[in-house]
């Protein structure tokens, strides 16, 4: 878990449950591209460093990062396609759109919808409900 997530966890257990599980990869779906190619790794560094990300990532992972960015064109590796994800989703984490939609994909599988392709359709509706999570009280504990 990284340092964002434990973060989050700390806060609510519910971030840490097997259903944050499931909302990651429903995130990942949405957010993450199909292609990567060094534009993407480039634009995934930009937008850590802008988030503070940046700091937060593992030595590891951001000279990969770099040295992805320099010298990869088109990433056809399984191994590092899945490293690379798994980094852009924690910096995907730490920004607030990222937040609220991985709080409103919790609130609605909380909520009972079962299949990725119903999450995925409504988006937009996903993350109004994750920002009104975000930006209640906690102390209210109301989710969805």
Known sequence: MS????GLA???PLWSSPLAERARGILAKATLPRVITSAVIDRYVRKAWRS???????REARALLLLARRVVA????????????????????STLRGRALFAGIIAVLEKGVLR??????SLGRVLVIGLSLLNSPPIYGVRG
């Open 3 to 6: 340092l964002v997530g434990a």
């Open 10 to 12: 700390s806060i609510d």
């Open 52 to 58: 503070g990300a940046w700091r937060s990532l593992p």
């Open 74 to 93: 088109v990433v056809r590796s399984p191994i590092l396609r899945r490293v690379l994800e798994r980094i852009f989703l924690e910096i995907e984490l």
């Open 116 to 121: 990725a392709r119903d999450i995925l359709g």
